[in-house]
């Protein structure tokens, strides 16, 4: 198993920090490598939500299915995915900063290979994971400080 961790402080409400997170659509507005996103079910958020995302990775697209396992409105949502022999389990949480202005947005994502290769590849390309995420993280902080 390995385990990312990732914060970032955003000059926005937490609600609207919650919201660009917690919903699939709003989350392909602020990451453009994110291309499409295809719902699963009725609902577009909450408990139950499953959705799949297509996004680019170099120079091929691929697409994961997700499931919101947690949802607490204005304070973290879990996402889990299975994809490649690994179960994804990321949880982000947002957290008023003390001068009221601004957001701490924290991603912990476990990665749980259950496949001989995954055992194998997960450890390796860690580096790779964590620079995509920060690349997200980054991409939700601009398109909301822009706003």
């Known amino acids: ?9 955003i000059r926005a409400p937490t609600t609207a920090v919650f919201e660009t997170v917690a ?14 996103v295809e719902f699963l079910t009725d609902q577009r958020s909450g408990v139950g939500t499953r959705f799949r995302e297509t ?22 949502i879990r996402m889990v995915s299975d994809a490649g022999g690994t179960v994804w389990d990321s949880i982000f949480t947002v957290t008023p900063v003390e001068d009221g202005d601004a957001t701490r947005l ?3 994502m476990e990665a749980r290979p259950y496949r001989l290769l995954s055992r194998i590849l997960v450890p390796l ?17 601009a398109h909301l400080e822009a706003r």
Not at 1 to 9: A, K
């Open 106 to 108: 924290e991603l912990v």
């Open 55 to 76: 996004r680019v990775m170099g120079r091929r697209a691929a697409t994961t299915e997700i499931e919101v396992t947690e949802y607490v409105a204005n304070e973290r």
């Open 1 to 9: 198993m390995t385990h990312t961790w990732l914060s970032r402080t």
């Open 125 to 141: 390309t860690k580096g790779i994971v964590s620079k995509a995420i920060a690349s997200d993280m980054d991409a939700v902080k």
């Open 23 to 36: 919903n699939a659509t709003n989350y392909t507005k602020a990451v453009s490598d994110i291309v499409k």
